[in-house]
């Protein structure tokens, strides 16, 4: 079993930064492919982004690329977010997740592990 906790999240004004963090432990982290998807209220959990399993080879949903960072440190079991140039849109939670099914990365079905959330709300 693989547990994920996610931190990082808060109350950031239009335009500012922010960066989460999921730790991992319980197996061995360098071998999951290590996703964040997100899910504002009363919509859909949605995918946000993915990194493979050596930290390499990053993608993104359109809506982020150019202002949001993957990242993957697998000496610290730990994946990133960092977040620039915030918008109101990306108020949501924001889930890690984590998969070994070797494909179908965009989907939430490939993640068989989950974090509990952390709360990013974008407001002045």
């Known amino acids: 079993q693989l547990q994920l906790v996610e931190s990082g999240g808060g109350l950031v004004p239009p335009g500012g930064s922010l960066r989460l963090s999921c730790a991992a432990s319980?197996?061995?982290?360098?071998?999951?492919?290590m996703a964040w998807f997100r899910q504002a209220p009363g919509k859909e959990r949605e995918f946000v982004a993915h990194?493979?399993?050596?930290?390499?080879?990053?993608y993104y949903t359109d809506s982020v690329k150019g202002r949001f960072t993957i990242s993957k440190d697998n000496a610290k079991n730990t994946v990133y977010l960092q977040m620039n140039s915030l918008k109101p849109e990306d108020t949501a939670v924001y889930y890690c997740?984590?998969?070994?099914?070797?494909?179908?990365?965009?989907?939430?079905?490939?993640?068989?592990?989950w974090g509990q959330g952390s709360l990013v709300t974008v407001s002045s």
């Open positions: 319980g197996r061995t982290f360098s071998s999951y492919t």
């Open positions: 997740a984590a998969s070994d099914s070797g494909s179908g990365y965009n989907t939430k079905r490939a993640y068989a592990y």
């Open positions: 990194i493979s399993w050596s930290g390499n080879r990053p």
